[in-house]
């Protein structure tokens, strides 16, 4: 394997590499905890829908080359991308909205596996407010900033219907969140300096069902099928 000779640290990583790292993440734990000491570009490859000449060039930007015939350090490489994920410390979040969707999401062990523990839980009714869910009792909105202040939290996950998104990422963004994932079904706009990252789960269905139906239409016998 030809080693690749990686940007000044100073360059910032593409999004698109950044995109793939959890991917290359998540695949290297599975082999690590299977007893696996080394992986290939190929394997790294399989796990993002990439070339290996892709996963070369995503890890050089982490300065971290594998040995000709032999692949990477597996455990080398979780250490390196973890760091680049901000994985070397936890980033505690706070998750607005305790409807079945940020009920789920506060009971989920990859964000504490991540290095991402939910740290709070709000909501603007008075029914669900006082409850303890996944451990956490869930406060009022309007105390939000308080308790970013007391947990230290620095990414906010948006759980809310669709009407309340913007209102809950404003309060987010007004309480210090600078990192804020947007899980409800509505368009919300940041000031500059918030990343926001939108997931759309519709949207993702879709997706799938242009996918599947491309396959159905491709495929004579899935064709009569479906008819």
Do not use: C, W
């Amino acid at each position: 394997m030809t080693a690749v000779a990686g940007p000044e640290p100073s360059e910032p990583i593409p999004g698109a590499t950044v995109a793939r790292l959890p991917l290359y993440l998540r695949g290297l734990v599975d082999r690590s905890e299977a007893g696996v000491g080394t992986v290939s570009s190929v394997e790294l490859a399989d796990l993002a829908g990439v070339n290996a000449a892709n996963v070369r060039k995503d890890l050089s930007y982490l300065h971290a080359h594998g040995t000709r015939g032999v692949g990477y350090e597996v455990d080398h490489l979780i250490t390196e991308i973890s760091l680049v994920l901000g994985g070397d410390e936890p980033n505690p979040v706070i998750i607005v909205g305790v409807g079945n969707l940020g009920r789920a999401l506060s009971s989920y062990d990859g964000f504490v596996a991540g290095g991402f523990p939910v740290a709070g839980l709000v909501d603007a009714d008075p029914e669900v407010v006082g409850r303890r869910i996944a451990g956490k009792v869930v406060r009022p909105v309007d105390d939000l900033g308080a308790l970013v202040t007391e947990t230290g939290s620095t990414v906010g996950i948006v759980a809310t219907p669709a009407h309340a998104a913007q209102e809950a990422t404003n309060r987010l963004v007004a309480a210090g969140i600078r990192s804020i994932l947007n899980f409800a079904p509505a368009v919300v706009v940041v000031p500059a300096p918030v990343d926001l990252r939108q997931v759309d789960l519709a949207t993702e269905l879709q997706i799938l069902g242009y996918h599947q139906h491309r396959r159905t239409d491709a495929d004579p016998v899935m064709s009569r099928v479906a008819g």
